[in-house]
């Protein structure tokens, strides 16, 4: 009986040998939880590839387009065509999308159509640029955003969880030859915009989601980087974080480009022909049933990408009327911190400014920032194993800011 058993399935056995080695090959051992971005094995992908375009189609674009292009600062442009020749649609907003001294910003979202998340949080970032709040008309008079919701229509329309037409998955093979015909849109619009304006893109988000269940950035080691540009990210995604508490996972998450810089993906195409120059990142948004909170998530990022680019929005009131904090000093991050962390914070009155490190006595350490500002948002790193300075063991540590009579003091943990 058995050996007939065997015989019988003897090809189902070879089969199913095959099939889990090709599975681990692709997963190339990485957990799930771990992964880039994806969609959960919950019976979702049948649902929605049936119903729903994974819950918002081609159609549905469409029409959001025409409610967009109302609007005096939005304008829609074809910057291509995909596969099956549908046309892949930027959105660009500004109050003046010819003035020199605008920050330019792209932001493209689902690339893998199962992960229509990063196209709800895209949406609730046009929403917030296209409101009539003050802060959105700050942005819209400061910035060029360029946005395109969904790059990869075909696979929306097909259903597929992230391919294209061709099946091949666009969020790599921006390296390959020939170029998937949606990659070569998009790599010749960022060359474009990189060559022929005066004012080039300073960051370019790449929107995703994933079934870890958290929001976070992918972040690129500085082996693949460099040094100053592990400190930039921090920054960029520290940022971020500070106007929704909680929302998003610390910076070293997902650490990415630890062997490396690697060639294939979009983020690789900046690096390696921007460097420092552009903050190229990818978000990746909840894939699972509790995501949402899409506007807080949306109106982190774009309050983050203010910071970033040093515009000072800090005396123009949100969507609520409410003005953010004035003067404040955020928690520094990372913390706990090994070796280098950074302390954010921010003046709303012109003057003197310090900022001291004290250990747990409460006796000076050393003196990090003692000069005058403008009102701003700043931040000050501390390397907490800088022998120049002076070097100092793990423990509880304080930084104390004082401007004018205002003084407040934080706690943070180095841990050697
Ligand atoms: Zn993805």
């Known amino acids: 009986m058995k050996i007939n058993w065997l015989s019988n399935n003897y090809y189902l056995l070879v089969f199913l040998l095959i099939l889990s080695y090709s599975v681990k090959g692709q997963n190339n051992f990485i957990p799930q939880s771990k992964k880039k971005c994806g969609i959960p094995s919950n019976g979702k992908i049948q649902s929605f590839r049936d119903n729903q375009n994974w819950g918002y189609g081609y159609d549905s674009l469409i029409v959001d387009l025409d409610r967009w292009d109302s609007y005096s600062f939005v304008t829609i442009d074809s910057i291509g065509a995909t596969v099956q020749n549908r046309a892949i ?193 990818t978000y990746e948004d909840m894939n699972c049933e509790q995501a949402g909170l899409y506007d807080s998530t949306a109106n982190a990022i774009l309050r983050g990408i203010c910071d970033y680019i040093g515009l000072n929005y800090i005396n123009i009131s949100d969507e609520n009327g409410n003005h953010p904090a004035g003067f404040s000093l955020g928690q520094n991050y990372p913390n706990p911190f090994n070796a280098i962390t950074l302390i954010p914070y921010t003046t709303i009155m012109p003057g003197r400014v310090t900022i001291t490190i004290l250990d747990i006595m409460g006796h000076e350490v050393l003196q990090l920032v003692n000069s005058d500002h403008n009102v701003g948002k700043y931040f000050v790193k501390w390397d907490g194993t800088n022998r120049y300075k002076r070097q100092v063991g793990s423990g509880i540590y304080f930084y104390r800011i004082q401007a004018g009579l205002i003084n407040k003091t934080r706690k943070m943990l180095l841990i050697q």
């Open 89 to 281: 649609w930027e959105l660009t907003i500004s109050e003046n999308a010819e003035a020199n001294s605008n920050h330019r910003i792209y932001i493209h979202a689902r690339t893998h159509p199962g992960e229509e998340e990063s196209f709800w949080v895209t949406n609730e970032i046009i929403n917030i640029l296209i409101s009539e709040s003050p802060f959105a008309e700050f942005v819209r008079s400061n910035c060029i955003f360029h946005i395109i919701p969904m790059y990869n229509p075909d696979g929306v329309e097909l259903g597929y969880p992230r391919e294209n037409a061709n099946g091949i998955d666009i969020e790599s093979g921006w390296d390959d030859i020939p170029l998937e015909p949606e990659v070569a849109v998009l790599k010749n619009r960022f060359s474009n915009l990189m060559l022929s304006v005066p004012n080039p893109v300073k960051i370019a988000l790449n929107m995703h989601s994933a079934y870890s269940c958290t929001r976070y950035f992918v972040f690129h080691d500085e082996v693949g980087t460099s040094e100053n540009y592990a400190i930039l990210e921090q920054q960029f995604i520290g940022g971020i974080q500070s106007f929704f508490p909680g929302g998003f996972e610390n910076w070293d998450y997902f650490v990415s480009w630890t062997s490396g810089t690697p060639d294939q993906y979009p983020e690789s195409w900046w690096w390696m022909n921007h460097g420092e120059n552009v903050m190229a990142l």
